[in-house]
């Protein structure tokens, strides 16, 4: 099948790094599949007011997130009327290939997908959502989509030369090649490039600090909760991570010095982590009642308001199993210093805020209040199915842990995302 082969290519040319030659009809503007989706991710033609691409969401400038002013401290994102808000917040999209198409049936076997609640299989059919979404790009229908993309006569050449002379014949297979170019931009090693400090140092390119080291062996030790839920093996998406002793795609082989290795039974620490198993749980996330608040006032998303988040539980695929009500799809900590604030509904909006609400849940009894609020610790939002067990720290951290775990993750930025990470704020320091 052509477009398997084609698929078969890109994930192919990630491993070698040959994403810039592409074997199929390259056009002179777009020489790779990847590049028409790169131009196509920015084209606020796209949207129905002229004003929003997939980038005003997912900036690529800014850990593919949205970095907007919008009046929920980017809690969530507005739509292109500048007017409608979502309820949950724009996950980055940097690694979101290598999470693997969605399967399962159930609370407990459901894994992998796009979106928070996996309800897209993979990010081909993620990319056909954002266009047709009232609260987002708002375009009526697939047909005023594609008749945008002729208006542009490049796009047109690409399509043809890339999809077939026919492609526009049929609107439906013209759309799903839109999204198939968006997806091949989002599968290329410029949006999971593997060169973050922490890639770095596995093959001896970088030495981790004092307090880096700490955190990375406080968050891969087996008696803390993080890698129970955020440690992939290598990763099965639409992307290939690069092999151990491989800098980012292609790079040249080089042999670890072992100047930062891991101690022996941890997790697996090697360059094709990213962070997640791709699954599905509760952390005991509670609501964002200043978000709900502004929704509530402003008569929107009256729908989600009545009955709450019930993340995995919305996805078709689960037949309404309850014990997947609440849960969300275990997110990629690459890049989460830089992609505040954090959770599904942006409720956090500081990474110590998140880590001392995980020693909260994992049984510190000396984790009373919310630093951010000064206030006790909300309930979950689904307080039925929070995973005690899963979340379980058998040493409570101290502030100092605090500290050194905030220290490892910022280390697990894309080297193109370091100038942009946050002062740290308590004076303890990296070092
Ligand atoms: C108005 C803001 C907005 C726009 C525009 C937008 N997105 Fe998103 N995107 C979001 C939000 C919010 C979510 C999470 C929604 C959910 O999980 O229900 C999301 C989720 C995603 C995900 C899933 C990531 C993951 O880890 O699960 C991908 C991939 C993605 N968007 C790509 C795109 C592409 C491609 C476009 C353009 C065609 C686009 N987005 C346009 C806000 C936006
Ligand atoms: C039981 C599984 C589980 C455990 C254990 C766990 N997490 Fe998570 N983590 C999740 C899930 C699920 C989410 C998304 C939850 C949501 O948005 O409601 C998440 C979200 C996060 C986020 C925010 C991500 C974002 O993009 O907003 C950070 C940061 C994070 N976890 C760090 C950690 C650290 C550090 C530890 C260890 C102290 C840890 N997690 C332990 C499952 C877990």
């Known amino acids: 099948m052509k477009r398997r082969s084609k698929q078969l290519f890109f994930s192919l040319s990630f491993t070698l790094g040959l994403s810039s030659i592409s074997v199929f009809a390259a056009t002179t503007t777009f020489p790779s599949l990847s590049s028409l989706g790169e131009r196509l991710f920015s084209d606020t033609n796209l949207s129905l007011t002229g004003t929003q ?50 399967t399962g049936s159930n609370a407990n076997n459901a894994s992998g997908g796009q979106f928070w609640d996996g309800r897209a299989g993979n990010l081909s059919d993620q990319a056909e959502a954002p266009p047709l979404s009232e609260v987002e790009m708002g375009m009526l ?27 526009f014949d049929d609107t439906d297979t013209a759309y799903t090649a839109m999204a198939s170019s968006l997806a091949a931009f989002e599968q290329s090693p410029a949006v999971s490039p593997f060169d973050s400090k922490f890639d770095r140092s596995i093959i001896g390119e970088y030495r981790l600090t004092q307090s880096e080291m700490a955190g990375r062996n406080l ?6 909760s993080c890698v129970r839920c955020h440690s992939s093996g290598q990763g099965q998406g639409q992307a290939q991570p690069p092999r151990q002793g491989q800098r980012g795609a292609g790079a040249p082989q080089r042999p670890p010095r072992g100047a930062t290795a891991p101690p022996r039974g941890m997790g697996n620490v090697a360059v094709g982590q990213v962070f997640s198993n791709f699954r599905y749980f509760n952390n005991g996330t509670p609501s964002n009642i200043r978000l709900n608040s502004i929704l509530q006032s402003t008569g929107q998303q009256s729908e989600f308001l009545a009955t709450g988040d019930l993340g995995l539980f919305a996805n078709p695929s689960l037949n ?3 014990n997947s009500r609440g849960r969300f799809k275990v997110s990629t900590l690459r890049n989460i210093a830089v992609t505040a604030p ?56 101290s502030d100092v842990d605090i500290n050194n775990l905030e220290c490892f993750l910022r280390t697990l930025t894309d080297q193109k995302f370091e100038q942009q990470l946050p002062p740290l704020r308590d004076g303890l320091g990296c070092s």
């Not at 968050?219 to 803390?224: E, K």
Request: glycine share 8%; aromatic share 10%; charged share 20%.
């Open 53 to 102: 691409s997939c980038a005003s969401c997912h900036n690529p400038e800014q850990g593919f997130i949205d970095t907007r002013e919008n009046g929920v401290e980017s809690a969530v994102s507005l739509g292109h009327d500048g007017v409608s808000l979502g309820h949950r917040n724009a996950p980055t999209i940097s690694y979101a290939a290598l999470s693997p198409r969605f």
């Open 141 to 167: 229908s697939k047909a005023d989509v594609v008749s945008r993309l002729q208006e542009n006569s490049e796009y047109v050449e690409a399509f043809k030369s890339y999809f077939g002379e026919n492609i």
């Open 219 to 224: 968050f891969f030790s087996r008696g803390n």
């Open 320 to 322: 309404g199993d309850r």
């Open 342 to 397: 954090y959770m599904h509904n942006g409720v956090f909006k500081t990474l110590k805020t998140v880590l001392e609400f995980y020693d909260h849940q994992g049984g510190n009894p000396l984790r009373i209040n919310n630093p951010e609020t000064g206030m006790a610790w909300q309930n979950a939002e689904t307080p039925q199915t929070v995973d005690r067990r899963r979340l379980r720290i058998q040493n409570n951290f």
